[in-house]
Nanobody, 118 residues
Framework: QVQLVESGGGLVQPGGSLRLSCAASGSIISFKAMGWSRQAPGKQRELVAE???????NYADSVKGRFTISRDIAKNTVTLQMNSLKPEDTAVYYC????????????WGQGTQVTVSS
C-alpha cells in the first residue's frame, strides 16, 4: 500500500499563490501517472493536473497558464504550483497515483483544503 501525504493548502487572497506538495511512500516513477484532482462543495471531483511517468504534463483548461505540476524523483514528491488564484479554485485538492495494472484503482491522498477569498 502506497501512502500519499499532501501539504501546503491554506487561505490565500485572489491573485495569490500556493504550492502544494505530495510525498509518496514509494518510488513515483513506478506509477503510470501522478497528479492532482480537486473537489469543490456540491461539485464532482475534477482533474487539475497530471504528470506521466515519462514526464508529460496535462492540465485542465481552467488552470492552464496558472498552475504548474512538477516532480522530484529523488524525493518521491509531486508539486503543484498555483499562481493567480481565483475564488473558483477553492476546493479540497487530492493527490493521486495512477497504476499500470489494468482495472486497478488509483492511490489517493487525504486531501488538503485550498480557499481563495478576500
Amino acid at each position: 500500500q502506497v501512502q500519499l501525504v499532501e501539504s501546503g493548502g491554506g487561505l490565500v487572497q485572489p491573485g495569490g499563490s500556493l504550492r502544494l506538495s505530495c510525498a509518496a511512500s514509494g518510488s513515483i516513477i513506478s506509477f503510470k501517472a501522478m497528479g492532482w484532482s480537486r473537489q469543490a462543495p456540491g461539485k464532482q471531483r475534477e482533474l487539475v493536473a497530471e504528470i506521466t511517468s515519462g514526464g508529460s504534463t496535462n492540465y485542465a483548461d481552467s488552470v492552464k497558464g496558472r498552475f504548474t505540476i512538477s516532480r522530484d524523483i529523488a524525493k518521491n514528491t509531486v508539486t503543484l504550483q498555483m499562481n493567480s488564484l481565483k475564488p473558483e479554485d477553492t476546493a479540497v485538492y487530492y493527490c493521486y497515483a495512477d497504476r499500470y495494472a489494468l482495472g486497478s484503482q488509483p492511490f489517493w491522498g487525504q486531501g488538503t483544503q485550498v480557499t481563495v477569498s478576500s
